[in-house]
Structures are given as C-alpha cells and as structure tokens.
C-alpha cells in the first residue's frame, strides 16, 4: 500500500487555462456568468482546483488566448495563488490564413507566418519557465487532389524542425495528433503513427502528446501508449472523453475502464517513476471545453477522476497476474484485473486528502467555500475566448 499512496500523493495533473473562460462546440458557445476576463483570473481559477484536490499545481496557457505583456509578472501571480505556469499551447488554426493550413499551407508566406508564431511560443517559454511546447495542427485536405499529400508532409517535416532546433536544453515539444476535424479526408498528423515518425526524426527531445479524445471509435489507446513507451517516445496526455466523434468531455465520462486500462499502460511502462520536471517525465493534462457544466466543479471532477483510475491501476496484483499469464490462464487474468477495477478507491483518497490537510470531499468543499457566487458578483461582462469560442 505505501507504493499506491507514493504515487498517489506524487501524482501531478496539469489544468487547462481555456476550460476556465467561455468555450464549447463549434455550434454554440454558452456563455457562463463568472467566468475569467484574463489570463491572471484563469490563473485564479485554476488555483481553486489545486486549493481542493492538492493534485493539478499547475496551469497550461494557450497563446495568443493568454497573451500577456509581462509573463514573469504573470507567474509571480501563479506563485502567490499556489500554483506555477506550465505547459505552452500554440495556436495555429484560428486565423483566416489558415483556411487551407498552417505550417503546411501552399502558400510560402502562410507557413512563414504559423511557424514564426511557434518561434513566439518558445520566447514565451523562455520567460515562464516552462518546459513544454504542445503542438496541435488543424491541417489537412477536404478533397482528394486538393494538395499533394507527400509535400504536406515535407512542408510539415521543415517547420517542425526549425522549431526543434530553437527548442532549449530543458524544453520538449510535444506533438498532438488527431484523427480528423476539421479536415475531413486527410489530416497531416491524424495518428500516433504520423506523430511518432516526426518525432522519431526530430531526435529526443520531440515526444508524443496522446489525446484520449482524438482516436476512432474502439481504438485500444493502452496499446498505443504501451508502444510508445516502449519507445520511449511518450512525452504526455491530454485526458479528456468523447462518446461519438468530438471530444473535450470529461475525462473517464465516456469509459472509466478505458482510462483505468491506460494508466496500468503507465505505470507497466514505469511512467509513475519518472522525476517531476525531468525531460522523460509523462505530462498528464487535462484538455477539455466545458459548454455546460460549471467550469471549476468541471475540473476538479476531472482531477478526481484521474486520481481514481490511477488508485485502481496501482492496486492490480501484478504478481498474481504475471502468474496467470505464464501459465496461459485467460480468465484468471483478467479477474486481477476485473478485482482491481471493481475496488471502491474513493475511501483510500478521502484519507489521503485529509492527511494533507484537504477537505476529503473537494467537490463539497468547494461547493461551500462561496468561490462561484464570489466571482459572479465580481467579474460583470466575462468575455474571454476559449475553444470553439
């Protein structure tokens, strides 16, 4: 039981600064009352995750939705609310020159443009101390013979390394992937495949960010992330569910056995083992949009989530199941599995909580702390975007 509750109070899930501020599906945005104007209210925010879970210390920006003129002033105001800045996202797939793609558009001057902005992103790393560029590309093609599929590639090859080289001794990119949206017949990095061939390439510091939302139905993410940390080439998650086609829900939402399967993946992998801020560190992120449910209560049940499936993974006898396989005994290794599975966590996690001084109930907790009726009395006119926004 000391290796559970190590990880468990080891265990580190960074927030999404985007699921604090108005965001939602590319058909309607519901705007939210209270919700952040700037990047110090996500900030703040966020803060209020980590206040009750004692889980999520940091907090991931997404440029420009969190441009600033003063990032060191920003993280000093991180530090003061508990937590520190962390990942980099970059956005390449908001503007109108990028109709046809970013860094693999036709057009010379377009892929200038996205790849200069990658450029601002590691300035901006540089200055927060982070150790992250998260790279996700809206790129792709709509139609057979709209661009060539090969010279997408080449173009999406030059870019990348260009910024890998800028990259500093302690920084990393990640490289996202998704199976399609919004190109619809072909997407410059559609799978872990595409992601992990570019990274291949790029050399140590390029690792793969695995989306749990980005895959096709009935896709085996453990098997994925089995590979590449057999590899040595898984760099990070972005947890998030999706039921159908779309992601950003909740994680574990659609499938908390699918969520518990892969964090047996992790932890086979040794990825619980890794130092925190070391450059082979696995980086859990949440990457959700909440349209309906209130934003914090949102990610704090996230947080929760994780955790769970993280304590059930951690309680697999893997002894007994090594024995069971050895000996070809089909059922009887997947009832260590099932028995983990099934085992209610909830009352170890409560304990651990107040052991750090933490109400065990972080929802109830926050809930009665008045934070959500605080902020809808203080921020009038909340406007800032998100995803879908």
């Not at 590899?231 to 056995?257: E, Q, T």
Request: proline content about 5%; some cysteine.
């Amino acid at each position: 039981m000391s290796r559970v509750t190590d990880v468990l109070n080891r265990q580190h899930i960074e927030l999404p600064s985007w699921a604090f501020a108005n965001s939602g599906t590319r058909f309607k945005v519901f705007p939210q009352a209270g919700v952040p104007r700037d990047p110090y209210e996500k900030v703040a925010d966020a803060a209020q995750v980590h206040k009750y879970t004692g889980a999520a210390p940091t907090v991931a920006l997404h440029i420009p939705w969190d441009k600033t003129d003063d990032y060191a002033d920003l993280a000093r105001f991180a530090q003061e609310q508990g937590v520190t800045l962390g990942t980099i996202n970059s956005n390449v797939f908001q503007d109108n020159d990028y109709m046809l793609g970013s860094v693999t558009n036709p057009d010379a001057g377009v892929r200038r443009k996205a790849t200069d902005h990658l450029l601002e992103c590691i300035d901006i790393m540089d200055r927060t101390g982070s150790r992250d560029l998260k790279l996700w590309f809206s790129d792709g093609i709509n139609y057979p013979g709209q661009d060539d599929i090969r010279e997408r590639q080449d173009r999406l090859a030059a870019a990348l390394a260009e910024v890998y080289a800028r990259l500093g001794d302690h920084q990393r990119m990640l490289l996202e992937y998704k199976l399609f949206e919004p190109a619809f017949y072909a997407t410059d990095v559609p799978d872990w495949g595409t992601a992990y061939a570019h990274t291949l390439t790029l050399g140590e510091k390029a690792v793969v960010c695995v989306d749990t939302g980005h895959h096709a139905p009935s896709t085996n993410i453990e098997f994925i992330v089995a590979v590449l940390l057999r590899a040595g080439k898984l760099g990070a998650f972005d947890f998030n569910s999706r039921f159908y086609a779309d992601d950003d829900l909740m994680v574990g939402a659609a499938d908390p056995f699918q969520l518990f399967r892969i964090l047996f993946e992790v932890l086979r992998g040794g990825g619980f083992d890794r130092d925190p801020g070391a450059m082979d560190e696995i980086a859990f992120m949440l990457d959700q949009c909440h349209n309906i449910e209130p934003k914090i209560p949102g990610q704090i049940r996230s947080v929760m989530n994780v955790q769970e499936a993280t304590a059930k993974a951690l309680l697999v006898d893997r002894e007994a199941l090594a024995a069971a396989q050895a000996e070809g005994d089909v059922l009887g290794a997947n009832a260590v599995f099932m028995d983990a599975y099934n085992t209610d966590v909830r009352p170890l996690l409560a304990s651990l909580r107040e052991e750090k001084g933490l109400d065990p109930d972080p929802m109830g907790a926050y809930r009665r702390s008045g934070y959500a009726e605080k902020i809808v009395a203080e921020r009038i006119g909340g406007t800032q975007a998100g995803w879908g926004a």
